[in-house]
Protein backbone atom coordinates (compact mmCIF):
# COMPACT_ATOMS: atom_id res chain seq x y z
CA UNK A 1 0.00 0.00 0.00
CA UNK A 2 1.39 3.11 -1.04
CA UNK A 3 1.14 6.90 0.36
CA UNK A 4 2.68 10.19 -0.03
CA UNK A 5 4.13 11.78 2.86
CA UNK A 6 5.02 15.66 2.91
CA UNK A 7 7.92 16.26 5.72
CA UNK A 8 10.05 19.67 6.50
CA UNK A 9 13.76 19.19 6.39
CA UNK A 10 16.58 20.34 8.94
CA UNK A 11 16.15 24.07 6.74
CA UNK A 12 12.53 24.24 7.00
CA UNK A 13 11.40 23.59 3.38
CA UNK A 14 9.41 21.09 2.66
CA UNK A 15 9.23 18.04 0.65
CA UNK A 16 6.95 15.08 -1.35
CA UNK A 17 8.00 11.48 -0.54
CA UNK A 18 6.76 8.24 -1.78
CA UNK A 19 5.99 5.92 1.10
CA UNK A 20 5.16 1.98 0.32
CA UNK A 21 4.09 0.57 3.73
CA UNK A 22 4.29 -3.79 3.86
CA UNK A 23 0.60 -5.71 4.19
CA UNK A 24 0.28 -9.04 5.41
CA UNK A 25 -3.03 -11.18 5.84
CA UNK A 26 -4.62 -10.73 8.25
CA UNK A 27 -7.82 -12.27 10.57
CA UNK A 28 -9.86 -9.35 11.02
CA UNK A 29 -13.07 -10.27 11.19
CA UNK A 30 -13.74 -14.58 11.25
CA UNK A 31 -15.78 -15.87 9.47
CA UNK A 32 -14.69 -13.57 6.80
CA UNK A 33 -11.38 -14.13 4.74
CA UNK A 34 -8.10 -12.72 5.58
CA UNK A 35 -7.56 -9.01 4.63
CA UNK A 36 -3.93 -7.52 3.75
CA UNK A 37 -3.15 -4.97 6.81
CA UNK A 38 -0.75 -2.96 7.40
CA UNK A 39 0.62 -2.57 11.38
CA UNK A 40 -1.99 -0.82 13.42
CA UNK A 41 -0.81 3.21 14.04
CA UNK A 42 -2.61 4.96 17.21
CA UNK A 43 -4.77 8.28 16.00
CA UNK A 44 -5.77 10.62 18.31
CA UNK A 45 -9.19 11.86 16.31
CA UNK A 46 -10.90 11.20 12.96
CA UNK A 47 -12.59 15.16 11.36
CA UNK A 48 -14.63 14.79 8.51
CA UNK A 49 -13.70 17.49 5.96
CA UNK A 50 -15.53 19.87 2.66
CA UNK A 51 -12.97 22.04 1.12
CA UNK A 52 -15.51 24.60 -0.84
CA UNK A 53 -14.89 25.34 -4.72
CA UNK A 54 -12.19 27.82 -5.97
CA UNK A 55 -10.56 27.08 -2.15
CA UNK A 56 -6.96 28.04 -2.18
CA UNK A 57 -4.59 28.19 0.92
CA UNK A 58 -1.43 30.36 1.69
CA UNK A 59 1.61 28.72 3.40
CA UNK A 60 1.17 26.94 6.20
CA UNK A 61 2.67 23.82 8.03
CA UNK A 62 0.55 21.40 9.19
CA UNK A 63 -1.07 21.84 12.43
CA UNK A 64 0.09 18.55 13.64
CA UNK A 65 1.11 15.09 12.30
CA UNK A 66 -1.95 13.49 10.43
CA UNK A 67 -3.42 11.89 7.44
CA UNK A 68 -5.17 13.01 4.98
CA UNK A 69 -7.73 10.54 2.94
CA UNK A 70 -9.27 12.00 -0.47
CA UNK A 71 -12.49 10.60 -0.99
CA UNK A 72 -14.21 13.34 -3.65
CA UNK A 73 -12.87 15.82 -5.89
CA UNK A 74 -9.18 16.97 -6.63
CA UNK A 75 -6.56 18.86 -4.21
CA UNK A 76 -3.36 20.54 -5.73
CA UNK A 77 -0.33 20.80 -2.83
CA UNK A 78 2.66 22.84 -3.67
CA UNK A 79 5.63 22.08 -1.27
CA UNK A 80 8.44 24.46 -0.94
CA UNK A 81 11.06 22.78 -2.95
CA UNK A 82 8.72 23.54 -5.93
CA UNK A 83 7.39 20.42 -6.32
CA UNK A 84 3.11 20.36 -7.17
CA UNK A 85 1.12 17.35 -6.74
CA UNK A 86 -2.62 16.59 -7.69
CA UNK A 87 -4.43 14.26 -5.23
CA UNK A 88 -7.98 12.93 -6.29
CA UNK A 89 -9.88 10.33 -5.13
CA UNK A 90 -8.25 7.77 -3.52
CA UNK A 91 -4.96 9.42 -2.13
CA UNK A 92 -3.65 9.25 1.06
CA UNK A 93 -1.30 11.96 2.30
CA UNK A 94 0.90 11.90 5.68
CA UNK A 95 1.32 15.82 6.15
CA UNK A 96 4.49 15.57 8.64
CA UNK A 97 5.24 19.62 8.21
CA UNK A 98 4.23 20.79 11.64
CA UNK A 99 7.10 23.27 11.12
CA UNK A 100 8.66 25.04 8.84
CA UNK A 101 7.26 26.57 5.65
CA UNK A 102 5.10 24.26 5.10
CA UNK A 103 2.75 23.59 1.96
CA UNK A 104 -0.37 25.42 0.28
CA UNK A 105 -3.47 23.62 -1.08
CA UNK A 106 -6.01 24.37 -3.56
CA UNK A 107 -9.03 22.94 -5.16
CA UNK A 108 -8.97 21.73 -8.52
CA UNK A 109 -12.46 21.77 -11.06
CA UNK A 110 -15.44 22.10 -10.13
CA UNK A 111 -16.30 19.85 -7.06
CA UNK A 112 -16.01 20.22 -3.90
CA UNK A 113 -13.07 18.13 -2.31
CA UNK A 114 -14.53 15.87 0.86
CA UNK A 115 -11.82 14.30 2.79
CA UNK A 116 -11.12 12.96 6.21
CA UNK A 117 -8.48 13.76 8.25
CA UNK A 118 -6.71 11.58 11.04
CA UNK A 119 -4.79 13.15 13.79
CA UNK A 120 -1.58 11.22 15.06
CA UNK A 121 0.05 11.62 18.28
CA UNK A 122 3.48 12.14 18.00
CA UNK A 123 5.54 10.51 15.77
CA UNK A 124 7.71 9.32 19.40
CA UNK A 125 4.27 7.99 20.07
CA UNK A 126 3.13 6.21 16.68
CA UNK A 127 3.55 2.95 17.86
CA UNK A 128 0.72 0.34 18.97
Not at 58 to 79: C, D, M
Not at 95 to 122: I, M, S, W, Y
Request: hydrophobic share 40%.
Amino acid sequence: MNYTRIYCDATGESHFEDVSVPVAPINLAPPAPPLNLAAPMRAERVILCEVPLAWASTWHPAPQRQFYFQLSGTLEIKVSDGQVRQFSPGSLVLLEDTTGKGHCTRVLGNAVAKGVFVQLPAKENAAV
